[in-house]
Each structure stands twice: as structure tokens, then as C-alpha cells.
Nanobody, 123 residues
């Protein structure tokens, strides 16, 4: 059974930092394309960042220079380090992963999703 378990969300003041984790079980993140999405109330889900199987990374313009995606293959975990947080970063964040080989980021689809974690940034 594939499971992506997220942790690390919470409440932080503007300018602060949080690190989200996405730990996989029943599924290896090695050779996978992985992405972080977020959805704010009343808004559509948007892609925040992704990392391909060969570690090519991309970021949404709104977070570039502030967020960093990384993977730890030994721990089968992906991280999203979020610095200089702004109130507009407030959303539920989701990780997603699937077996897309090569420099595919973001992938056309993701079969496996985390449960979501709330990030709230106060002004």
C-alpha cells in the first residue's frame, strides 16, 4: 500500500520559516517525479515546486528564491523548505509523487498524494 505522510505545517509569522516533509512508504521516491501543490480557500490548487527523478527542480514564480525542494533518498522523504513566508503563502499544502523518469517536472499526473498539511502565515 502506497502512502505519503506529510508533516511540518503550522502557524508562523510573516518572514518566518517552515519545513514540510513528505515521507513515502510502499513506494520509492528514487526515480520518481515529486511535486508540492497548495490550495488556498476559494482558490484553485496550484503547483508550488517539483523535482524530477534526475533532480531537475522548478518553482512557481511566487515562491522562487524563498522555497527549496529537496529529497533524501535514504529516508525516502521529500522536503519543502519555506523561508521568508508571506501571508499569501497560507494554504493547505500537498505532496504528490509518481514514477516519471528523466527531467519531467512537473509530471502530467501524479497517482500518489499526501494527506495535506495546513500552513498559516500571520501578518
Amino acid at each position: 500500500q502506497v502512502e505519503l505522510v506529510q508533516s511540518g505545517g503550522g502557524l508562523v509569522q510573516s518572514g518566518g520559516s517552515l519545513r514540510l516533509s513528505c515521507a513515502a512508504s510502499g513506494f520509492t521516491l528514487v526515480g520518481s517525479s515529486i511535486a508540492w501543490f497548495r490550495q488556498a480557500p476559494g482558490k484553485e490548487r496550484e503547483a508550488v515546486s517539483c523535482i524530477s527523478s534526475d533532480d531537475n527542480t522548478k518553482y512557481a514564480a511566487s515562491v522562487r528564491g524563498r522555497f527549496t525542494i529537496s529529497r533524501d533518498n535514504a529516508k525516502n522523504t521529500v522536503y519543502l523548505q519555506m523561508d521568508s513566508l508571506k501571508p499569501e503563502d497560507t494554504a493547505v499544502y500537498y505532496c504528490a509523487a509518481d514514477n516519471w523518469y528523466g527531467s519531467i517536472c512537473p509530471a502530467p499526473s501524479y497517482a500518489n498524494w499526501g494527506q495535506g498539511t495546513q500552513v498559516t502565515v500571520s501578518s
